[in-house]
Each structure stands twice: as C-alpha cells, then as structure tokens.
C-alpha cells in the first residue's frame, strides 16, 4: 500500500507543477479537481494526461501512463474494497510497476529521474 500512496503522492505533485504551469487556475481549485477526480486512474486520465499532453490519444507515453495507473489502482481496489491478500510475487510486481509509475510520471518534466537512485540515498 505504501508504494501505491508513493505513486498517488507523485500524481498529485506532476498534477499541481502542470496545472500550475499551464494554467491560470489557483491552488484551491486545483485541490478541488483532485478530490472530484478520485483514484490514480481518474487523477492521471482526467487531470494530468489531458492538460500535459497536447495529442494524448496519439502518445504512446499517455497510454503508458494510463495503462500503468489502470494496473495499480486495481490491485489497491482489490486489497481496499474486496480484503483480497497478494502473495509475495505479486506484491513485488505492483511494487515494481508502481516504481516505473512513478519513473514515468516524474520522468517527463525531469530526464533521467530514476526513482531507486532516490531512496538509496
């Protein structure tokens, strides 16, 4: 779970940074549009995707991150709402996509960002 709150933490920072520098909407608003937007599905499809991407049905990347938040939010909706337990391989997998999640997101507004070399520090 806390890798998934670590990939929803990073959602919301790449969601304020673009609608900060796309937009003239203040912080308030902006909070307001992420509640409304609940779940990383919904932050990345309706927030970030739409005002970071200028053609998000054409990039391979937005479909990557859609694709990448569709996976982790299930497995979260899973343990969340229906008690279901995942054994240690599967716990590693959403762990690791939650981690190129997180590359991914991160990555697009800072080349190279690699989110291991973070917490080995």
Known sequence: ????????????????????????????IVDQ???????????????????YFARPKKSKAAKALIASAEKINKVRNEVVHQGRFSNAEEAGEVIAEAKRFIDMIV???????????RTRS
């Open 1 to 28: 779970m806390a890798d998934f709150c670590s990939a929803v933490d990073t959602a919301n920072y790449a969601i304020r940074h673009e609608w900060a520098r796309q937009t003239e909407f203040d912080a308030a």
């Open 33 to 51: 549009f992420l509640m409304w937007a609940n779940g990383l599905r919904g932050k990345v499809e309706r927030l970030f995707v739409p005002v």
């Open 107 to 117: 990555g697009l507004s800072q080349p190279d960002f690699d989110i291991q070399d």
